[in-house]
């Protein structure tokens, strides 16, 4: 309901739209800690379980928007549910609560690769922030600072405090009554009413762009406000481009597709000088070159075995493989010098005595 102008404009552009009710994990009344994100990040979950029981709903492309605490909750659904495509925060509280990021264990913005769109009040001095990050709650690295590996568009509404964010609390004169200790500078309500209206359009637009692929859209977002038809004193706007791939498994493997597995090992020590502490599990590159032998690249299944090699090269297992690999190929003496290295480990491995007698006397060597 804090939100139902823009869930009925959403829906009025073609969207699909399901909206729940901010809840607690054991009550009605939501809390502030891992538990409340944790429910409602269920809850986020749930309701995209529920999208598919309904007609002509395309469940390809899924978006999820949050207002305040909602917009932490959204974070933590997408890091564990690969079903949600981008996000939305209306002054979402990963600003506010970087600490229970920090906290969460298992929610890491520097590893996402979803585009984020995220509207924030404007005018928040230093000084405010300071007082806020006193408690352990608010202190963390800054989840927008560390977005770096999907497209950000941050949206400064000049005009809005943070309940202004919400079109009920637009409405409701109870809020008002207390407008002139919370507004912004010398901005009306009228021009709160129409700050809302942009970020109902800036909204728009994105999932436009990233959901329907939409150019014209796309284009937008990369426009000054002035260009869209802004008012000047009303938003700026800031878009920055995702850059290269997670420091992740699944980001390296993204990075050789995209730059060529014959860069495996450049790719693999490039990350691992921006992160000391990565390191992939030789099992894990092992299975990894299974599964692209099984596909039937094989060239691109050595480029791994040799990665792994570089990574442990102490590993007998891990020549063995490589020289298998190369005998697969039919790359004779290659496979030979990798069983005379596996040899080198484990001189006992009668396995690789045997490979070495076949290959360099005839197969029916005994």
């Known amino acids: ?44 979950s749930f309701l995209i379980a529920y999208a598919r029981t309904l007609p002509d709903t395309d469940m390809s492309e899924i978006a999820v928007a949050g207002f305040s605490w909602g917009g932490i909750s959204n974070l933590f659904a997408a890091a564990r549910d690969n079903r949600i495509d981008a996000l939305v925060a209306l002054d979402g509280s990963i600003r506010y609560f970087p600490g229970l990021v920090k906290d969460s ?8 690769t979803l585009p984020l769109l995220f509207f924030t009040q404007g005018d928040i001095s230093i000084e405010e922030q300071a007082k806020d990050f006193t408690d352990k709650n608010n202190q963390g690295p800054n989840v927008l600072n560390a ?29 008002w009554k207390h407008f002139q200790e919370n507004r912004k ?4 309500r009228a021009d709160g009413v129409l700050g809302y209206s942009w970020v109902a359009r800036y909204t728009l637009e994105f ?14 977002l990369k426009k000054k406000p002035a260009e869209n038809g802004a008012p ?26 995209e730059k060529g597995f014959d860069h495996l090992v450049d790719l693999y ?35 791994v075995l040799k990665l792994e090699i570089h990574t442990y090269p102490e590993s007998g297992d891990s020549y063995i493989r490589l020289g298998e690999a190369y005998e697969s190929s039919g790359h004779k003496q290659l496979a030979i010098e990798s069983y005379k290295k596996a040899s080198e480990k484990n001189p006992e491995n009668a396995l690789v005595k045997d490979k070495l007698k076949k290959l360099e006397f005839g197969p029916d060597t005994k």
């Open 185 to 188: 500078g010398d901005y009306s």
């Open 232 to 257: 000047f004193h009303m938003v700026t706007v800031n878009f920055r481009p995702a850059k290269g791939a997670p420091i992740t498994f699944e980001g390296l493997r993204i990075e050789a597709g």
């Open 269 to 303: 020590t490039a990350m691992q000088k921006e992160k000391t502490d990565f390191k992939i599990e030789e099992t894990a590159m092992h299975l990894w070159a299974t599964e692209l032998t099984d596909e039937g690249h094989l060239p691109e299944a050595i480029d």
């Open 1 to 44: 309901w804090e939100n139902v102008d823009l869930c009925e404009y959403l829906a009025s552009h073609g969207y699909v739209v399901i909206a729940s009710p901010s809840l607690g994990a054991t009550a009605r009344v939501m809390t502030n800690d891992l538990s409340g994100i944790d429910a409602q990040a269920r809850d986020i």
């Open 105 to 112: 264990g298992d929610v890491r913005p520097e590893e996402m």
């Open 147 to 175: 977005w770096t590996h999907g497209d950000l568009i941050t949206v400064d509404d000049m005009a809005l405090d943070h309940v202004e964010h919400s079109s009920m609390y637009q409405r409701n004169e109870e809020v």
């Open 207 to 220: 999932l436009d762009a990233y959901l329907k692929h939409d150019g014209v859209a796309a284009q937008f």
